[in-house]
């Protein structure tokens, strides 16, 4: 782990800290930890679904652009030229468009 790395997670620990020993002289200990940890680890997997979502759309959207598919139908042309069927089945698998045509204005 980085120096700086270990020191934000130890400020935030510390801060983590100091903020329930002051709100748990006001509610009880116990519960609070217990709230907190389910807020915590509701608002975690929430956290975890949108990111999941946006890395998803993102690749989503690079797959289905024109300088991804026309990279891959270069590389796919090679491969069939050199008849290397590995490199087409992972071209298909990645989201290579094969039906569709080179140049301007294809559809």
Known sequence: MKLGCFLALLLYAGLVYGYFAWLGQTFDGRA?????????LIGGMLT???????????????????????????QLEQAVRD??????????????ELLRKAGAGAK
Do not use: M
């Open 48 to 74: 975890l679904a949108v990111v999941n979502l946006g890395v998803w759309g993102a690749q989503e959207v690079y797959r289905r652009s024109d300088s991804a598919q026309n990279l891959w139908r270069q």
């Open 83 to 96: 008849g290397d069927a590995g490199t087409i089945d992972r071209l298909c698998q990645r989201g290579a």
């Open 32 to 40: 609070l930890w217990i709230a907190s940890f389910v807020v915590g």
